[in-house]
């Protein structure tokens, strides 16, 4: 600086100035100043040597230079050439120096003419040498640059800038066309044929974020196609590998997001068994590992979504067992607690879905202390407020049916959270989605109390108009108009509790019109085939409502064929079991009050193989109901007795059995193969024993709900005028008045 004025690096930011320093050598001292000696200028230019080795290695050898320098010496810091030495020699004894030159003269001027063509012809290669070295250098400068670029727009941190993915995209299609240029003038170079892949996975991925399903699909099998090229064994080729492994996981997600879960499923089968084997040849690699843990944690949210729940369940123990070795054997890595408290929340909605309902709950509370850690350390993380507000959601779920005024406020904070997200980032519909998905949960909470229904309709509304403008701005991703289709769901059955009909009928008919829409573009869709047989099972309900059995077993019918195509899909999956086994029960009840109850007893028993838990009695109950409303007395008394000996049968299901024996009486005037002895005989021991199991279910008839039952119901009629029923009566109605 005090030789020119300036210093020797200069750049318009501090960030650019570092990478000056690092990158670039520095202006000679001449091109500055042209007075400036070439010593002085070799003294100072080896001062700046990037290498510390090319530079003095103390002060007392720059000193004693530039006393050289000061006398006219050679000075030490590069080697002085014979001429140059002449030169210094010349400028000592010029006397002498005159003569000699004389001589030079004339002894230079009989070889000048043979050696000019020489000097040209090699001033001439050294020219051209120089050029191809400017350019290779250049071509490698410029591949760094751009790959530093692409590295840095495609970091997290970047993500975090509120409306930063749609800049994000145009500049990685920028890299993308350089290095596509690049290509065609460099085929066989390997690294740029890795950066070029590492561009089309980039671009896979903010195009995916974007919903550009199409694009993202051509961008990652342009990146799969290459690093299928440039795989090798050995450790050398681990990153290529590890590339190609999160390229299959891309294209696996863009599949599932399509509604191709077939695809989704094989692309992750190859990347986990990739994944497997890398693992298994290195063990403690982290960021092996990593790259496993990520993988399974994909897998299993797609298995989730596709109602596959033991495979699901499968992968997401995995993922948490990697994570958690992750988080316990390294050093504290708030990126690795993040991934943890992402899988717990996976795996407490896979606990929730297998009834592990405590579970459930503390695999949420701890995601839940995760995110707010992280967050304190990276406020602005989008991905961290985003998990967070996820985590209010689904323990308020959790909490909805136990600490209502909880489970509300966490809805509430969810939605105040993910707010804030859509105005940061407008641009990223997956948060405009789980805000929607939001509102239909506090929905769902008003709606379990009947006077808060106006409330419940509200939320819902707010969750149908938000998915509406979604499916608007995002048309070709399915899961969006299913998810527009179950907010009509939701709001009609809101409709038709409040005694609204014919408004929740046109709501559920629209909702039905988009998802044949969907099944048309995907006839083998899973979550669609169940939603269409739910839906269709709400509307045969609804028909049920206003007292017309014909439309509604109809409907039914229809929900139970959608159901078991489902069932093909998945075998024994236990979400499409309980389905099935809610839609044959309403259609076994719709038999019956139609008076058709020989088709009744096969619906039930149907019914039956659906039920593997504790209302399994329960419906072996009801086929002994329909059986003695056949006819068949023996067959429903038979059921009948060997069901009641169980000692701690429900009170609800001991009532049902005497409602059945009372039914049994009036089946025997029927039985021509009985003489009027046995009849009247088993008409005593049917009553007896109706009676006697009323009073076995006493319990039952402590709620409202039994005591208007055991008033009204057609089933005791054989038994009613007995006195012993007319005293038991008369108790209830006694203490109900008490």
Same mark, same amino acid.
């Given at each position: 600086?005090?030789?020119?004025?300036?210093?020797?690096?200069?750049?318009?930011?501090? *960030?650019?100035?570092?990478?000056? $320093?690092?990158?670039?050598?520095?202006?000679?001292?001449?091109?500055?100043?042209?007075?400036?000696?070439?010593?002085?200028?070799?003294?100072?230019?080896?001062?700046?040597?990037?290498?510390?080795?090319?530079?003095?290695?103390?002060?007392?050898?720059? =000193?004693?230079?530039?006393?050289? &320098?000061?006398?006219?010496?050679?000075?030490?810091?590069?080697?002085?050439?014979?001429?140059?030495?002449?030169?210094?020699?010349?400028?000592?004894?010029?006397?002498?120096?005159?003569?000699?030159?004389?001589?030079?003269?004339?002894?230079?001027?009989?070889?000048?003419?043979?050696?000019?063509?020489?000097?040209?012809?090699?001033?001439?290669?050294?020219?051209?040498?120089?050029?191809?070295?400017?350019?290779?250098?250049?071509?490698?400068? =410029?591949?760094?640059?751009?790959?530093?670029?692409?590295?840095? $727009?495609?970091?997290?941190?970047?993500?975090?800038?509120?409306?930063?993915?749609? @800049?994000?995209?145009?500049?990685?299609?920028?890299?993308?066309?350089?290095?596509?240029?690049?290509?065609?003038?460099?085929?066989?170079?390997?690294?740029?044929?890795?950066?070029?892949?590492?561009?089309?996975?980039?671009?896979?991925?903010?195009?995916?974020?974007?919903?550009?399903?199409?694009?993202?699909?051509?961008?990652?099998?342009?990146?799969?196609?290459?690093?299928?090229?440039?795989?090798?064994?050995?450790?050398?080729? +681990?990153?290529?590998?590890?590339?190609?492994?999160?390229?299959? $996981? $891309?294209?696996?997600?863009?599949?599932?997001?399509?509604? +191709?879960?077939?695809?989704?499923?094989?692309?992750?089968?190859?990347?986990?068994?990739?994944?497997?084997?890398?693992?298994?040849?290195?063990?403690?690699?982290?960021?092996?590992?990593?790259?496993?843990?990520?993988?399974?944690?994909?897998?299993?949210?797609?298995?989730?979504?596709?109602?596959?729940?033991?495979?699901?369940?499968?992968?997401?123990?995995?993922?948490?067992?990697?994570?958690?070795? @992750?988080?316990?054997?390294?050093?504290?890595?708030?990126?690795?607690?993040?991934?943890?408290?992402?899988? %717990?929340?996976?795996?407490?909605?896979?606990?929730?879905?297998?009834?592990?309902?405590?579970?459930?709950?503390?695999?949420?509370?701890?995601?839940?202390?995760?995110?707010?850690? &992280?967050?304190?350390?990276?406020?602005?993380?989008?991905?961290? !407020?985003?998990?967070?507000?996820?985590?209010?959601?689904?323990?308020?779920?959790?909490?909805?049916?136990?600490?209502?005024?909880?489970?509300?406020?966490?809805?509430?904070?969810?939605?105040?959270?993910?707010?804030?997200?859509? +105005?940061?980032?407008?641009?990223?519909?997956?948060?405009?989605?789980?805000?929607?998905?939001?509102?239909?949960?506090?929905?769902?909470?008003?709606? !379990?109390?009947?006077?808060?229904?106006?409330?419940?309709?509200?939320?819902?509304?707010?969750?149908?108009?938000?998915?509406?403008?979604?499916?608007?701005?995002?048309?070709?991703?399915?899961?969006?108009?299913?998810?527009?289709?179950?907010?009509?769901?939701?709001?009609?059955?809101?409709?038709?509790?409040?005694?609204? &009909?014919?408004?929740?009928?046109?709501?559920?008919?629209?909702?039905?019109?988009?998802? %044949?829409?969907?099944?048309?573009?995907?006839?083998?869709?899973?979550?669609?085939?169940?939603?269409?047989?739910?839906?269709?099972?709400? *509307?045969? !309900?609804?028909?049920?409502?206003?007292?017309?059995?014909?439309?509604?077993?109809?409907? /039914?019918?229809?929900?139970?064929?959608?159901?078991?195509?489902?069932?093909?899909?998945?075998?024994?999956?236990?979400?499409?079991?309980?389905?099935?086994?809610?839609?044959?029960?309403?259609?076994?009840?719709?038999?019956?009050?139609?008076?058709?109850?020989?088709?009744? *007893?096969?619906?039930?028993?149907?019914?039956?193989?659906?039920?593997?838990?504790?209302?399994?009695?329960?419906?072996?109950?009801?086929?002994?109901?329909?059986?003695?409303?056949?006819?068949?007395?023996?067959?429903?008394?038979?059921?009948?007795?060997? @069901?009641?000996?169980?000692?701690?049968?429900?009170?609800?299901?001991? /009532?049902?059995?005497?409602?059945?024996?009372?039914?049994?009486?009036?089946?025997?005037?029927?039985?021509?193969?009985?003489?009027?002895?046995?009849?009247?005989?088993?008409?005593?021991?049917?009553?007896?024993?109706?009676?006697?199991?009323?009073?076995?279910?006493?319990?039952?008839?402590?709620?409202?709900?039994? !005591?208007?039952?055991?008033?009204?119901?057609?089933?005791?009629?054989?038994?009613?005028?007995?006195?012993?029923?007319?005293?038991?009566?008369?108790?209830?109605?006694?203490?109900?008045?008490?």
């Amino acid at each position: 600086t005090c030789l020119t004025g300036i210093p020797p690096f200069q750049a318009p930011t501090t *960030v650019e100035t570092i990478r000056a $320093v690092v990158e670039q050598s520095p202006t000679p001292l001449s091109h500055l100043r042209s007075d400036i000696p070439e010593d002085l200028e070799t003294i100072c230019l080896r001062c700046l040597e990037k290498d510390a080795n090319n530079r003095y290695q103390s002060a007392k050898l720059l =000193a004693e230079d530039l006393r050289r &320098f000061q006398e006219g010496k050679p000075i030490q810091a590069r080697p002085v050439s014979r001429l140059e030495k002449a030169w210094r020699w010349c400028k000592r004894n010029p006397l002498v120096a005159w003569l000699l030159l004389a001589i030079f003269l004339v002894l230079a001027s009989g070889i000048a003419i043979s050696t000019s063509f020489a000097l040209t012809a090699q001033k001439a290669l050294k020219q051209a040498e120089i050029r191809a070295k400017k350019e290779q250098n250049a071509r490698r400068a =410029a591949q760094g640059a751009v790959r530093d670029y692409l590295l840095t $727009v495609s970091s997290h941190r970047l993500l975090d800038e509120p409306g930063m993915h749609g @800049l994000r995209d145009e500049l990685l299609q920028l890299a993308l066309n350089y290095y596509l240029l690049l290509s065609r003038e460099a085929k066989d170079d390997p690294s740029l044929k890795s950066d070029l892949a590492r561009a089309h996975y980039h671009i896979a991925q903010i195009r995916l974020t974007l919903e550009r399903l199409g694009e993202a699909k051509s961008s990652v099998e342009a990146a799969l196609n290459i690093q299928k090229q440039l795989i090798r064994p050995g450790a050398e080729g +681990r990153d290529t590998r590890l590339a190609y492994v999160n390229s299959l $996981v $891309v294209q696996a997600k863009i599949a599932d997001r399509a509604g +191709r879960s077939d695809a989704a499923k094989s692309a992750f089968e190859q990347a986990t068994s990739l994944m497997e084997k890398e693992h298994k040849a290195n063990p403690e690699d982290g960021t092996v590992v990593r790259s496993l843990a990520r993988t399974y944690g994909a897998f299993s949210q797609s298995l989730y979504r596709s109602h596959s729940l033991k495979s699901a369940i499968r992968a997401n123990e995995r993922c948490l067992a990697l994570w958690r070795q @992750l988080t316990k054997t390294g050093p504290e890595n708030l990126d690795d607690e993040y991934f943890l408290a992402s899988t %717990l929340i996976l795996h407490g909605s896979l606990q929730y879905d297998n009834r592990e309902v405590k579970a459930a709950l503390s695999s949420f509370g701890e995601a839940s202390r995760l995110y707010e850690k &992280f967050l304190k350390v990276n406020p602005k993380h989008a991905e961290g !407020r985003a998990a967070l507000a996820s985590a209010c959601t689904r323990r308020g779920m959790i909490l909805r049916y136990q600490k209502t005024d909880e489970a509300q406020r966490l809805y509430e904070r969810a939605i105040t959270l993910r707010k804030k997200l859509i +105005r940061d980032y407008p641009s990223v519909p997956r948060y405009r989605a789980m805000l929607a998905t939001t509102y239909n949960s506090l929905g769902i909470l008003l709606h !379990r109390n009947r006077k808060r229904l106006d409330e419940a309709i509200v939320e819902y509304r707010k969750a149908k108009d938000q998915w509406q403008r979604i499916v608007e701005d995002y048309p070709s991703v399915p899961h969006y108009a299913i998810d527009l289709a179950s907010s009509h769901t939701n709001l009609a059955l809101a409709h038709k509790d409040k005694g609204d &009909f014919d408004e929740a009928l046109q709501i559920y008919q629209q909702g039905m019109d988009i998802r %044949l829409q969907m099944l048309k573009r995907a006839p083998n869709d899973l979550f669609n085939l169940v939603s269409l047989g739910n839906t269709s099972r709400n *509307v045969g !309900r609804l028909y049920d409502a206003q007292k017309k059995q014909m439309q509604c077993l109809k409907w /039914y019918d229809q929900a139970i064929a959608y159901l078991q195509k489902a069932e093909k899909k998945v075998g024994q999956d236990p979400r499409v079991r309980f389905y099935l086994r809610r839609a044959w029960w309403d259609r076994a009840e719709t038999l019956l009050k139609l008076d058709r109850p020989e088709a009744a *007893v096969a619906a039930w028993r149907t019914t039956l193989t659906y039920e593997d838990g504790k209302e399994r009695n329960w419906i072996q109950m009801q086929i002994a109901r329909a059986l003695a409303l056949t006819g068949d007395h023996r067959e429903a008394t038979r059921i009948t007795q060997e @069901l009641t000996t169980n000692e701690k049968l429900a009170s609800d299901t001991k /009532y049902l059995a005497a409602r059945v024996m009372a039914l049994s009486i009036e089946a025997l005037s029927n039985d021509k193969k009985l003489s009027g002895d046995q009849r009247k005989q088993l008409q005593g021991s049917y009553a007896d024993r109706s009676v006697e199991l009323l009073k076995q279910a006493r319990k039952w008839f402590d709620k409202e709900k039994g !005591r208007k039952d055991l008033e009204t119901n057609t089933d005791l009629k054989s038994i009613r005028d007995l006195p012993e029923v007319r005293k038991f009566l008369a108790d209830i109605q006694l203490k109900k008045r008490e």
